[in-house]
């Protein structure tokens, strides 16, 4: 008697991979805080900000506390929206955020005051407004940096990260 035996190779008996993943293919939620905005962090040159590749280019003048800005790519690049500040004593100093960019604890653009509260009660306004007007509260997980927060007619209407002590305005 005679045994036939057949060998296939290994890939025969494996399934068929699927599309390879690629970075470009995972989406990742880029938040405000508590460091930065993704590889952007507090503290960089503008140099080190802009080899991220997630800024325009640094414009404004050298000279002064706070001369230097660039803005996020996908931001408006006008006003405050997405804009950054570089202080020349301590580097990136502020990360304004934009519609659709909020902080790992979900508040952005456009939150009401009510979900605002929520994630951080002790906000509240300067100048002793009830809800409405211009606050900052601390950065949870970055003692060094506060969130500068809007509110106008009960909803968010600016949010930024920066450092404690910035001196941009």
Excluded at 92 to 107: N, S
């Amino acid at each position: 008697m005679c045994l036939l035996l057949t060998v296939l190779p290994l890939a025969a008996c494996t399934p068929a991979a699927g599309p390879a993943l690629t970075s470009s293919s995972v989406a990742t939620a880029v938040t405000l805080g508590p460091a930065g905005y993704g590889e952007l962090t507090l503290g960089m040159t503008p140099d080190q900000a802009k080899a991220t590749g997630l800024i325009s280019d640094p414009a404004g003048s050298a000279t002064g506390a706070c001369g230097r800005y660039a803005y996020l790519k996908g931001a408006a690049s006008n006003g405050t929206e997405g804009r950054l500040y570089f202080s020349r004593k301590l580097g990136l100093a502020a990360i304004f955020g934009y519609a659709g960019v909020g902080t790992p604890e979900g508040v952005g653009v456009g939150a009401s005051y009510g979900q605002l509260h929520k994630a951080y009660p002790e906000w509240k306004p300067a100048g002793g407004a009830e809800r409405d007007g211009r606050g900052q509260t601390a950065v949870p997980g970055n003692p060094a940096a506060v969130y500068l927060i809007e509110v106008y007619g009960g909803r968010v209407v600016q949010l930024a990260v920066q450092v404690k002590n910035q001196d941009c305005y």
